[in-house]
């Protein structure tokens, strides 16, 4: 039993706004139906006692707190600039 049709694809392939020829979309669906049934095997793993997890590796967060600390005063900061404007840096446009 197929469990996609080859109008699902279709209509995926329209929604997408794909252009797929009949030869494209039968393959597709013989493609698809062979991914689905892959995924399907999943469901035969014995997952009692596993628990439950977002991500495979451990992530976590490596940004640091975000400080305020002392900084360079203003008048130093613009003396470097190219341009400076009412106490701000000045750049060149780059949108039009």
Known sequence: MAR???DQVKH???LARLS???EEAEMFTQQLDAIISF???LN???TDGIEATTHVLDVRNVLREDEVKPSLPRE???KNAPD???G???VPSILE
């Open 39 to 41: 995924a399907e095997q």
């Open 12 to 14: 995926v392939a329209h």
């Open 44 to 46: 035969e793993l014995d």
């Open 20 to 22: 797929v020829t009949e």
């Open 4 to 6: 996609i049709t080859k």
């Open 88 to 90: 701000q840096v000045k």
């Open 84 to 86: 400076e404007q009412d």
């Open 76 to 78: 130093e900061v613009l």
